[in-house]
């Protein structure tokens, strides 16, 4: 599949003259995610979107996230959260990054307290 790096820098540049958003560990928002290279997760529709877990505040223009999928496929790096707003849900561990909050357009929710210290534990346990 081709991809179109010319339409997400445009929106790339838009984006880094938006201002920094307030955020929490636990909060799940859609993310400008963008188009990467090869096998790293890609954001999709026209705004390069997709969901991500917030696991950890670094500043208040920093936080490392995990981003969802709501593919079925089984993977030990992949970890059921539920549904969130009625679609089944995975965070990808291997997918693991720091984004500048400037990319968080929208809280989706907050997940519970007990899937997000699973979350948390599968990803210390990665190392």
Known sequence: MK?????WN????KINELNSKKHHPKEIWWSVWGLNI???????GELFERPVLIIKVLS???CVVLPLTSSEEENKNRID??????IRSKVILS???????RRLTDLICILETDLFTKVKEAV????
Request: aromatic share 8%; no cysteine; glycine share 12%.
């Open 3 to 7: 991809k179109d790096f010319d339409k």
């Open 10 to 13: 445009v929106l790339k540049k």
């Open 38 to 44: 090869g096998f790293e997760e890609d954001g999709k």
């Open 60 to 62: 208040k223009n920093t």
């Open 81 to 86: 959260i539920g549904l969130i707003k009625g």
């Open 95 to 101: 997918q693991i990054k720091v984004i500048d909050t």
């Open 124 to 127: 210390k346990n990665m190392f």
